[in-house]
């Protein structure tokens, strides 16, 4: 009786890989940007980077203060690397992150600020596999990526200084008349990336 359950778990593994191969073959898996990603999909991508997160984290502390020069400095790093993505203060969708598998996540409405500082600077170092986030740790140095980190952590408490710089950046966002053609489950708020701000991380990285 054991040798036939055995048996029968080792014939429903085979087709289950075999299935899966063939799916792949036949392209049944969607490799597009604009498909809606399965249930499973999205449970590895996000189960998977969580765990690198946090092995990768640990024991890692922000060894800079948010003083005014180094929040300055990170909206200026923002601004030439991150907006063109992530957007910039009203929180509109830009062309690019709207486009991108998965969808960027607004920063001007959806931050990060509940994050752990290490848990931003992990990835802008590291980017974000079949992502559009890109790695920043050969591009950047150490301080800078701390830099960016600092600044999006403490985006909802600027000072006056800093807030009136974060509102002078600009980024390319689509056009309202675009937006009101998209289907509900299109629009960026209404994503499954979407997070309003201080309720915890957002599978789609900074």
């Known amino acids: 009786m054991f040798k036939g359950f055995v048996v029968g778990v080792l014939a429903v593994v085979v087709l289950v890989v075999v299935g899966g191969f063939i799916a792949i073959k036949v392209g049944m898996v969607p490799a597009n940007a604009d498909a809606r990603p399965?249930?499973?999909?999205?449970?590895?991508?996000?189960?998977?980077?969580?765990?690198?997160?946090?092995?990768?984290t640990e024991g890692v502390q922000n060894p800079l203060q948010a003083t005014d020069d180094n929040v300055l400095s990170g909206i200026k790093l923002y601004a030439a690397h991150c907006a063109v993505c992530h957007g910039d203060s009203s929180g509109k969708p830009t062309y690019i992150g709207f486009g991108l598998y998965?969808?960027?996540p607004m920063l001007g409405r959806h931050g990060v600020e509940d994050d752990p500082d290490a848990e931003t600077y992990w990835k802008v170092t590291h980017g974000i596999r079949l992502t559009g986030m890109p790695s920043f740790g050969l591009t950047l140095n150490d301080t800078q990526r701390w830099q960016l980190a600092t600044f999006l952590k403490n985006m909802d408490k600027l000072s006056a200084k800093p807030e009136i710089a974060w509102k002078k950046v600009t980024a390319p966002s689509l056009p309202e008349a675009i937006l009101r053609t998209l289907p509900v489950m299109r629009r960026p708020e209404g994503g499954e990336n979407s997070k309003q701000r201080g309720s915890g991380s957002a599978v789609t990285p900074t």
């Open 38 to 56: 399965s249930l499973f999909e999205r449970w590895i991508a996000s189960t998977s980077l969580n765990a690198s997160i946090e092995r990768g």
């Open 102 to 104: 998965q969808k960027a």
